[in-house]
């Protein structure tokens, strides 16, 4: 088996992923004590071992934040969006005003995702999804993504004195961004 080395783990991580794949148990788990610095806790099978260690070496090697992975899978697991969906620019309190079809939608962004009508939603995109009836990129039916016609864009442009492009939604449709 390669040799993963967390001082420079960039470098043989993926001969190191490679090798998991064909490890035996006992392999697995002087990784596993190396890696994590416990026991592999009891009943844990092989496959799942091969994924836990993936998962160590990738933090290791790419200087991912363990405790905020674990934090955002709990996050998921529980019901509620994800830190990456959010894209980490929306506060607890932001609402989103949108007008669709010549009628206004508010979302409200909190802790335990958006709420729209009173109805939690895990994504922008099941909210956007829900109003046109068609699959959409929230954050661009939202306007979050710069260029894309919406308010967002038509702000960037106006700052940097750009003239307007032809816009990707409909005329009717704007969307802007309140902070509360």
């Not at 470098?11 to 006992?26: C, G, Y």
């Not at 004590?33 to 836990?52: T, W, Y």
Request: positive net charge; contains cysteine; glycine residues 10%.
């Amino acid at each position: 088996m390669t040799k993963f080395d967390r001082s420079s783990p960039a470098l043989d991580l993926p001969a190191a992923l490679s090798d998991l794949a064909t490890a035996d148990r006992k392999t697995l788990v002087g990784l596993w004590l190396k890696l994590v610095g416990r026991p592999v806790p009891a009943n844990l099978s092989v496959p799942f071992l091969r994924r836990a260690l993936a998962f160590e070496m990738q933090c290791a090697a790419l200087g991912a934040s363990k405790a905020r992975s674990i934090t955002d899978l709990q996050r998921i697991a529980a019901g509620r969006s994800s830190a990456a969906s959010v894209g980490g620019r929306l506060q607890p309190g932001a609402r989103l005003i949108r007008e669709w079809q010549g009628r206004t939608w508010t979302v409200e962004f909190t802790e335990a995702g958006f709420v729209m009508a009173g109805e939690r939603f895990a994504s922008l995109s099941a909210i956007a999804q829900r109003i046109t009836g068609a699959h959409w990129s929230g954050p661009r039916f939202f306007g979050l993504k710069a260029g894309t016609g919406t308010a967002a864009g038509a702000a960037q442009q106006r700052s940097s004195g750009a003239t307007a492009p032809a816009r990707s939604t409909p005329p009717a449709a704007t969307s802007q961004l309140e902070v509360a």
